[in-house]
């Protein structure tokens, strides 16, 4: 029970969509497990790009949540669906995702990960008044914006980061969140955000499922980027989804190691990842865990660290040098290695089918409804 008066069990009740959904839909080879389960890949970054697509396709997914900046990469989406009406899709509605499944597409949801596009509309001011912030906040969620963050690391006009825990929601954090939940948008906490604002915002979301889309847990490594238990259980007790990223420093790095590796951390292998799945559904139950790998694929040397550049990724959370995936989980395309280890350890058909896909839906039906 949460302290809204909400169990988990009411939040896990299911839609009629989503039972539609898995009569229709079948899973992809590679991580077929014998059910109709759809695969979300529930945040990835990587590069709206015809190659994203055949990676998206290889690792049997159904729908990928792609994380945007701003206008200029929403349009750059805009373009690739355009250049590829055959093969995908945008998505704003459990609807959306069920008719893409049927035409043979992949669904492409987008989101941000953080408000930090609010707080300045023409980068020259800041906004004058809530009723701009709701009124831009309404032009993205037209546009097709079904995710909304609070910060990116450090704090902006809405909140604290994941520099600073201790940071609460702010006046104008609260009616982000409350825009947000007005628009029937999934709110995203916990890993970029802080620990404080984080609480902040769950204290004011009742009712709802809130998810953390990528993170990993502090508890196996602590890394700025992951959270702590007790905001895992958190998550979980509104209903919500907790994803867990993929990439390697988050999984190794913290700031414990730096006397042996001041530069750079060697580059984890995919069992480390295994092992926050399985932590994690230790914690809070399958019903709450999700694919969250925050890919990279494509930017290459495009996203690399330099020494001194430590304002919003120090070096205790991420090593100098272009940032690297586990080994053995590297891109999308290598979802079935997941899979395998994840079967190895145990994982059943049922909790592969959750953390998969059938969380991440049941998330979206109960917030964004048909």
């Not at 988990?8 to 991580?31: C, F, I, M, P, S």
């Not at 759809?38 to 792609?66: A, M, N, Q, R, W």
């Not at 205790?316 to 395309?333: K, L, N």
């Not at 145990?346 to 909790?351: L, T």
Request: glycine share 10%; proline share 4%.
């Amino acid at each position: 029970m949460n302290e809204n008066g909400i169990n988990r069990r009411q939040l896990l009740g299911g839609t009629a969509v989503l039972a539609a959904l898995a009569a229709t839909h079948g899973a992809q080879a590679g991580v077929h497990t014998g059910s109709d389960a759809l695969v979300v890949d529930g945040l990835d970054t990587s590069s709206p790009l015809e190659g994203f697509i055949d990676l998206l396709e290889t690792g049997g997914v159904d729908v990928v949540h792609k994380s945007i900046a701003g206008m200029e990469s929403f349009g750059q989406i805009l373009q690739l669906i355009d250049r590829n009406p055959d093969r995908i899709a945008l998505a704003r509605s459990v609807a959306d995702i069920q008719a893409a499944k049927q035409a043979g597409r992949i669904a492409m949801i987008v989101g941000f990960q953080s408000a930090n596009h609010l707080e300045r509309l023409d980068h020259k001011r800041p906004f004058e008044s809530y009723a701009t912030l709701k009124s831009v906040f309404r032009a993205y969620v037209e546009l097709g914006a079904r995710l909304h963050g609070i910060t990116y690391n450090v704090a902006n006009l809405f909140g604290g980061g994941n520099m600073d825990h201790n940071v609460p929601l702010t006046k104008a954090g609260r009616v982000l969140v409350e825009t947000i939940h007005e628009h029937n948008v999934v709110l995203d906490v916990g890993g970029h955000c802080a620990e404080q604002t984080s609480f902040d915002a769950l204290a004011i979301s009742s009712g709802v499922p809130v998810v953390a889309t990528h993170t990993n847990m502090a508890a196996l490594n602590p890394n700025m980027r992951a959270i702590s238990d007790r905001l895992a259980e958190a998550i979980a007790d509104t209903g919500g989804v907790i994803g867990l990223t993929a990439l390697s420093d988050f999984l190794v790095r913290h700031p414990g190691v730096l006397d042996e590796h001041p530069e750079k951390s060697p580059r984890a292998q995919i069992e480390k990842l295994v092992d926050q799945y399985d932590y994690l559904k230790n914690l809070v139950g399958i019903d709450h865990v999700g694919l969250g790998p925050d890919f990279i694929w494509g930017w290459g040397p495009s996203l690399p660290h330099p020494p001194g550049a430590d304002m919003v990724f120090p070096v205790d959370s991420m090593g100098y040098g272009v940032a690297e995936t586990v080994e053995g989980f590297e891109d999308i395309s290598e979802l079935p290695n997941l899979v395998k280890h994840l079967r190895e350890r145990g994982w059943s058909n049922a909790e592969l089918d959750k953390m998969l896909g059938q969380n991440w839906m049941r998330v979206y039906g109960q917030v964004w409804g048909a």
